[in-house]
């Protein structure tokens, strides 16, 4: 993962994960093409099922067997989070920047979620909503990604944490 900052949006795999979701296809999905929906629930279930203890950690095992939350997933989970809670009236800076620029993925998920996304009744649940409250609570507190951030400078892992606590006050 290269990061750049402690925002939710501030890593490749974030930004990655926002290009892929702007070309899912809408709803589930068609065979074995995940759809806006499942692309967005996928990651915060994944999250549900991880260890966030290293010991757990086992050769050959992946995240969607109960594998240790690594990064990646939990960047996954952390921009899905973001686009439940821009779904539920409290959307990061990013994608209100954004969101007139359609060639921009912020944008393009920004002009989603205002065109479809936040009409989506599964999407605009109060259980996808707790389900992302949830899995950022437990990233914030534990799995590699917790890790990584609490071996940087004390202000830097500050940072990171008071990003996932916002992240968690605006999903609420």
């Known amino acids: ?7 939710s ?3 490749d795999t974030a930004l990655d994960y926002l290009h892929s979701l702007a ?3 809408e709803g589930e999905g068609r065979d074995d093409e995940p759809g806006k929906v499942a692309f967005i629930i996928g990651p915060l279930a994944t999250v549900q099922s991880a ?26 989970a952390i921009a899905a989070a973001e686009v439940i809670a821009a779904i539920h009236g409290k959307p990061h800076a990013s994608f209100k920047a954004s969101s007139a620029n359609d060639e921009d993925p912020h944008g393009a998920i920004a002009k989603w979620i205002t065109t479809r996304g936040a009409k989506d009744k599964q999407l605009s649940s109060h259980e996808v909503r707790e389900l992302a409250i949830s899995a950022i609570t437990k990233i914030r507190d534990g799995g590699e990604l917790h890790e ?4 940087t400078e004390d202000d830097d892992a ?14 609420r």
């Open 148 to 151: 990584l951030w609490n071996e």
């Open 158 to 171: 500050s940072a990171w944490k008071a990003a996932m606590n916002d992240l968690i006050a605006r999903l």
């Open 23 to 25: 070309e899912a296809p």
């Open 51 to 76: 260890s966030t203890d290293i010991d757990d950690m086992r050769d050959g095992d992946d995240d969607e067997e109960g594998g240790y939350l690594e990064a990646d997933l939990a960047c996954d």
């Open 1 to 7: 993962m290269g990061a750049w900052g402690p925002g």
């Open 9 to 11: 949006f501030e890593n």
